[in-house]
């Protein structure tokens, strides 16, 4: 090989810094960077926008909490790429740095690490060599540190995907309850469920699907409230009965209240709680971290505990609705029109609905942080690596991941969306959007039904006003109060609310 050939050789495998860098390859990475980094934000704006125009409030903060916390990811891989040399000065005892490592059979000796130093990178090797001149090693390496901020990025994007995928399935659960409330408003619905007729509870479609052998003993209801999450977990007896029962209480007789728009809203109001990621989920994330010792097969155990909690609050939620059934059959041998279900807090652990949401957004948070360290091992250190030895553990680990995932969204989140109804208090902020819409669109046919009933006498006494300017309430206001007081025509949500008359004293 001739010199030249030599040097060139030699220029290739070299590790070039910016000063080396060619401006145009420099230019075409930043161009990149930046024109993603731009049309990403783009993107989440106008997806903001169009919520905020189509009223979606609640999913407009749920792209805010999320914002927020893609933002704490990003702080925490810019102080990493920013303090990694200063981090790697850090000196420690050999004999500490042996303890507690991840893989045993990766770790080399101090010999071999000397051997192997010309093929690491020289910045490195000046941090080793500062620790291994005191007979020390470095807390953690720079290589470390961009593998660990890589993580970071892994769980950022993973936590979307499965937040999106929350919704999605949620979503698509709730599609077919849509039918569900438009047959309220049928005669044949009206018809079945006439207040004036009596029925034996035990024969009403709801106690038949709830009052059986299997309901005599506690034990008993919870094995069969367990099965029952995985097959028709909400039924359309169930969504008619909840129904109900939240109308009577919450919303007096008004039986034309788009129940299913409600419960939809109501999702979105806890999605808007599960995006978010608490203190105590980072301080989670550290004690695994920390726990993650060969043999002790931690994560192998962490794996099954969103699975079992998942379950337990299924069969919880299925138990609330078969204890409401065993209510009205011990309560009522006869009723009259569909069962009536009491909203109450104490079917709930310590009478407290929104407990049961605090749990399973831990439990997802978790399952997320599973499926994003699995992902982020396989990508940094192969499929091979010493976190994979036993491949058995890493499939049964996958599939039980996968598992939750989709019971929470398809059935546990849902379910809880419409069986937390049955708490004695409501989402008033979801009603009053609705009231609001419901105001806006009943104001505009009033003005367009005074407009084309006004008359030219009408147009001439207004002339005759002289320009004065009534500092009462406008035609089309009054209109709307007097309909609103004394017509019968008002708005179904409206029906049967009260109206506080003031009187002066």
């Known amino acids: 090989m001739t010199e030249k050939e030599s040097k060139h050789s030699a ?302 609050i299924g069969t919880k939620l299925e138990m609330i609705v078969a204890k409401m059934a065993v209510t009205i059959k011990e309560n009522n041998s006869v009723i009259r029109g569909t069962p009536l279900v009491e909203p109450n807090d104490t079917h709930f652990w310590f009478s407290n609905p929104r407990f049961l949401l605090s749990i399973l957004h831990y439990t997802l948070f978790l399952n997320t942080f599973e499926m994003a360290f699995f992902l982020w091992v396989t990508w940094q250190f192969g499929i091979n690596s010493c976190y994979h030895d036993n491949r058995g553990i890493i499939i049964t680990r996958l599939v039980l991941a996968v598992t939750v995932q989709f019971l929470s969204s398809y059935i546990t989140l849902p379910l809880y969306a419409i069986v937390t109804q049955m708490g004695s208090s409501y989402k008033r902020a979801i009603l009053e959007e609705q009231l609001a819409n419901v105001l806006r669109q009943w104001q505009g046919i009033v003005r367009d039904r005074r407009k084309k009933e006004q008359t030219p006498e009408t147009d001439n006494n207004d002339n005759n006003n002289n320009g004065d300017i009534d500092s009462g309430e406008s035609p089309v206001q009054s209109e709307v109060a007097y309909d609103f007081r004394f017509s019968g025509g008002q708005p179904p949500i409206l029906q049967d609310i009260p109206i506080q008359e003031q009187t002066e004293r």
């Open 11 to 312: 220029e290739a495998g070299a590790v070039r810094s910016l000063q080396e860098t060619p401006t145009w390859a420099l230019a075409t990475v930043c161009f990149f960077f930046i024109a993603v980094s731009i049309f990403l934000e783009r993107l989440i704006n106008l997806l903001s926008t169009r919520l905020k125009n189509n009223r979606k409030k609640s999913l407009l903060e749920a792209v805010e909490n999320l914002k927020s916390v893609l933002m704490v990811l990003g702080f925490m891989s810019l102080m990493l790429n920013v303090t990694e040399g200063e981090v790697s000065k850090i000196c420690i005892p050999i004999k500490y740095a042996n303890r507690m490592l991840p893989c045993r059979k990766t770790i080399k000796s101090h010999d071999d690490v000397n051997g192997d130093d010309d093929d690491d990178d020289d910045h490195d090797n000046s941090f080793f060599h500062q620790c291994s001149s005191k007979g020390k090693t470095s807390l953690i390496s720079q290589e470390g540190l961009t593998q660990l901020s890589f993580f970071f990025c892994v769980l950022a994007c993973m936590h979307i995907l499965c937040n999106l995928a929350i919704l999605l399935l949620g979503m698509a659960k709730m599609r077919k309850w849509e039918s569900w409330e438009k047959e309220t408003q049928t005669v044949e619905y009206l018809a079945a469920n006439d207040p004036n007729r009596f029925r034996i509870t035990r024969d009403t479609t709801f106690a038949r699907r709830h009052l059986s052998s299997w309901t005599e003993t506690s034990i008993q209801l919870w094995i069969k409230c367990f099965f029952r999450q995985f097959f028709n977990s909400v039924a359309k007896v169930d969504y008619l009965t909840l129904r109900h029962g939240f109308i009577f209480a919450h919303v007096s007789s008004n039986n034309a209240f788009n129940f299913q728009n409600y419960i939809q809203r109501s999702l979105h109001e806890d999605f808007k709680t599960v995006v978010g990621i608490s203190p105590l989920m980072w301080l989670t994330v550290v004690i695994f971290m920390l726990l993650d010792v060969y043999g002790w097969r931690v994560y192998f155990y962490m794996s099954f505990v969103p699975l079992i909690i998942v379950l337990v």
